[in-house]
């Protein structure tokens, strides 16, 4: 089955970048990112965590995003990131 294709929405982009430059662990959150891109060009729906109708959430320490899916158009959009609590420590 053809994968989907994955996009970041500008805000997600900007917040990830200052996460990223803030980060002291910018290797695991490029390994996060790396992860939650795959997952979600692959299966998105069955990786996803449903938080309302359109709107589902993925966890890869040390981030969460929350993403839509257009199905018919085989494409993920990822709305927001944020830092899960504790996972630099």
């Given at each position: 089955m053809k994968p989907f294709t994955v996009t970041w929405h500008p805000d997600a982009?900007?917040?990830?970048?200052?996460?990223?430059?803030?980060?002291?662990?910018?290797?695991?959150?490029?390994?996060?990112?790396?992860?939650?891109?795959k997952q979600l060009a692959s299966d998105p729906e069955g990786r996803g965590h449903a938080v309302r109708e359109g709107l589902l959430r993925l966890d890869v320490p040390p981030l969460r995003v929350l993403f839509a899916?257009?199905?018919?158009?085989?494409?993920?959009?990822?709305l927001m990131v944020a830092v899960i609590a504790n996972t630099f420590e």
């Open positions: 982009e900007h917040e990830l970048t200052s996460m990223w430059v803030a980060s002291d662990e910018r290797k695991r959150v490029t390994l996060a990112v790396a992860t939650i891109d899916v257009k199905a018919e158009d085989r494409v993920v959009v990822v």
